[in-house]
């Protein structure tokens, strides 16, 4: 088994149970394990591949718990609308997706996941027109060499039906089960170290049916994958559910059997406080993304009082549609930043608060904002392999230069540094024990044709639409 020996950097923050941070520290990769973890004097001295990071911080591969790949494509359009009418706006852009873009779109977005610091992501494709399946999104994350949980979402519930989308981009219910059921026995791995997960990902409330989300939730626990879906994103949808079924988002899911540690939900913005203490209580997940809620005009997530409640959180990029970026890193700089701007809604409760207004600049530190895009994202994807860098665990990690006009000034504290500071993209990431990353450049693809393709192919939906 080939080896490699990281030494020298100029701190290592493990992640690990302890937190620690070690200054002058390293780490020993058999094959695609960590074998050791320490201050580089305590390492062995020799290995197949030596990276000498020396000016260096290395910390865990940053997980992405929600993302749409193929949104990259539609990037910056309906630039001022509210969900439902950048939905009903795309929706006929998207209907020109071929396999070919999907598999294009997936290379380009998973790059960039990479470059910025992502070693593990969950995409959500859950829209299938003309020729597209999972099949090629899959084959492109595993030549880019990103470990990868493929979301089989759908929609069923068309316009006809009481439902948002077009019907001609829904699916058939029986064809996504079936197809649903062929994916995991196909790809799914669930032993430690995996690289490809599958998990089953109904779109939305409004998207699909409730018969399929009963029947998705059946599916997934007979096979031991996970739930994927999302859920109170806006106050559009919380009247659409009270409309159409008499419930809100979150006692609608949870009457659909989707609460449990092996469910996460995108969003979460509008939950009460009894709806939060029972995600809590079930451990079920959710993927707090906030660039694409701040896009969208969606609202703040409650993530301090889902840390109070002890409810299961990781980081999405959410769809490059509704992002416009893929950059990890700066997704967890922004999670840090709106909670200290967020409203203290125990405040405004209290008899004399302020009404809401305000923030704490104290609700989010940089630190614990990079362990919700880590530990935190690793535990929403039901990971015990990844997430921190200890012994035993996957050998992913990435390493950011120090030196470097933006860290100017603040090598005092280098871990807040990578977030306070703006952040920069990697100069090494390495995943399952390989380089996939080197001198801030992808060593697994050639990125430029890719681009080019990605361009015409993104051009030509638009101008098919019009």
Same mark, same amino acid.
């Given at each position: 088994m080939n080896t490699l020996l990281v030494k020298n950097t100029a701190v290592l923050v493990t992640m690990d149970d302890e937190r620690r941070e070690i200054v002058n520290g390293g780490l020993f990769v058999r094959g695609n394990v960590i074998e050791q973890v320490g201050p580089t004097s305590e390492l062995p001295e020799t290995a197949d591949?030596?990276? @000498?990071?020396?000016?260096? /911080?290395?910390?865990?591969?940053?997980?992405?718990?929600?993302?749409?790949?193929?949104? =990259?494509? #539609?990037?910056?359009?309906?630039?001022?609308?509210?969900?439902?009418?950048?939905?009903? #706006?795309?929706?006929?852009?998207?209907?020109?997706?071929?396999? $070919?873009?999907?598999?294009?779109? %997936? /290379? %380009?977005?998973?790059?960039?996941?990479?470059?910025?610091?992502?070693?593990?992501?969950s995409d959500h494709l859950y829209i299938f027109p003309n020729d597209c399946n999972l099949d090629s999104q899959i084959r492109a994350a595993q030549e880019i060499g990103v470990r990868f949980h493929a979301a089989r979402g759908s929609m069923s519930l068309g316009e006809s039906d009481g439902g948002l989308p077009p019907d001609r981009v829904t699916e058939d219910e029986a064809f996504i089960l079936k197809d649903?059921?062929?994916?995991?026995?196909?790809?799914? @791995?669930?032993?430690?170290?995996?690289?490809?997960?599958?998990?089953?990902?109904?779109?939305?409330?409004? =998207?699909?049916?409730?018969?399929?989300?009963?029947?998705?939730?059946?599916?997934?626990?007979?096979?031991?994958?996970?739930?994927?879906?999302?859920?109170? $994103? %806006?106050?559009?949808?919380?009247?659409?559910?009270?409309?159409?079924?008499?419930?809100?988002?979150?006692?609608?899911?949870? =009457?659909?059997?989707? #609460?449990?540690?092996?469910?996460?939900?995108?969003?979460?913005?509008?939950?009460?406080?009894?709806?939060?203490?029972?995600?809590?209580?079930?451990?079920?997940?959710?993927?707090?993304?906030?660039?694409?809620?701040?896009?969208?005009?969606s609202g703040i997530a409650p993530v301090l009082a889902w840390r109070d409640a002890g409810v299961p959180i990781g980081l999405g990029?959410?769809?490059?549609?509704?992002?416009?970026?893929?950059?990890?890193? #700066?997704?967890?700089?922004?999670?840090?930043?709106?909670?200290?701007?967020?409203?203290?809604?125990?405040?405004?409760?209290?008899?004399?608060?302020?009404?809401?207004?305000?923030?704490?600049?104290?609700?989010?530190?940089?630190?614990?904002?990079?362990?919700?895009? %880590?530990?935190?994202?690793?535990?929403?994807?039901g990971r015990d392999d990844i997430g921190y860098l200890a012994p035993g665990m996957s050998a992913d990690f990435i390493a950011l230069n120090l030196n470097q006009v933006a860290f100017a000034g603040a090598l005092h504290d280098p871990v807040a540094a990578v977030l306070l500071c703006q952040p920069p993209s990697v100069d090494y990431s390495v995943i399952n024990g390989k380089i996939v990353v080197k001198e801030g450049q992808l060593t697994t693809v050639d990125l430029i044709p890719h681009l080019e393709k990605h361009n015409k192919i993104a051009a030509q939906m638009i101008r098919d639409e019009k």
């Amino acid at each position: 088994m080939n080896t490699l020996l990281v030494k020298n950097t100029a701190v290592l923050v493990t992640m690990d149970d302890e937190r620690r941070e070690i200054v002058n520290g390293g780490l020993f990769v058999r094959g695609n394990v960590i074998e050791q973890v320490g201050p580089t004097s305590e390492l062995p001295e020799t290995a197949d591949t030596i990276l @000498d990071l020396s000016g260096h /911080i290395v910390l865990p591969g940053l997980v992405n718990t929600h993302h749409h790949l193929y949104q =990259s494509l #539609t990037r910056v359009l309906a630039q001022d609308n509210n969900l439902f009418d950048w939905l009903t #706006t795309l929706y006929p852009i998207w209907a020109n997706l071929t396999d $070919e873009a999907i598999y294009i779109s %997936t /290379i %380009t977005g998973l790059a960039e996941l990479a470059l910025s610091g992502c070693t593990t992501s969950s995409d959500h494709l859950y829209i299938f027109p003309n020729d597209c399946n999972l099949d090629s999104q899959i084959r492109a994350a595993q030549e880019i060499g990103v470990r990868f949980h493929a979301a089989r979402g759908s929609m069923s519930l068309g316009e006809s039906d009481g439902g948002l989308p077009p019907d001609r981009v829904t699916e058939d219910e029986a064809f996504i089960l079936k197809d649903s059921q062929r994916l995991i026995e196909t790809y799914h @791995d669930a032993s430690r170290h995996a690289m490809m997960r599958v998990v089953l990902a109904p779109c939305s409330p409004f =998207s699909v049916t409730p018969d399929l989300m009963r029947e998705s939730a059946n599916m997934a626990r007979a096979y031991g994958v996970r739930l994927h879906t999302h859920l109170a $994103e %806006t106050l559009e949808e919380e009247e659409f559910c009270l409309e159409t079924f008499g419930l809100r988002p979150v006692p609608y899911v949870e =009457s659909l059997g989707w #609460t449990g540690d092996d469910v996460w939900h995108a969003h979460c913005v509008h939950m009460s406080q009894p709806e939060i203490e029972l995600f809590g209580q079930t451990q079920t997940g959710v993927a707090h993304c906030p660039s694409s809620n701040m896009r969208l005009a969606s609202g703040i997530a409650p993530v301090l009082a889902w840390r109070d409640a002890g409810v299961p959180i990781g980081l999405g990029v959410d769809g490059s549609a509704s992002n416009d970026g893929g950059h990890l890193l #700066t997704e967890a700089r922004q999670a840090m930043l709106l909670q200290r701007v967020a409203p203290d809604r125990y405040l405004s409760e209290a008899p004399g608060g302020r009404g809401g207004f305000g923030g704490r600049p104290d609700a989010m530190s940089a630190r614990q904002a990079l362990e919700i895009g %880590t530990r935190g994202g690793a535990a929403v994807l039901g990971r015990d392999d990844i997430g921190y860098l200890a012994p035993g665990m996957s050998a992913d990690f990435i390493a950011l230069n120090l030196n470097q006009v933006a860290f100017a000034g603040a090598l005092h504290d280098p871990v807040a540094a990578v977030l306070l500071c703006q952040p920069p993209s990697v100069d090494y990431s390495v995943i399952n024990g390989k380089i996939v990353v080197k001198e801030g450049q992808l060593t697994t693809v050639d990125l430029i044709p890719h681009l080019e393709k990605h361009n015409k192919i993104a051009a030509q939906m638009i101008r098919d639409e019009k």
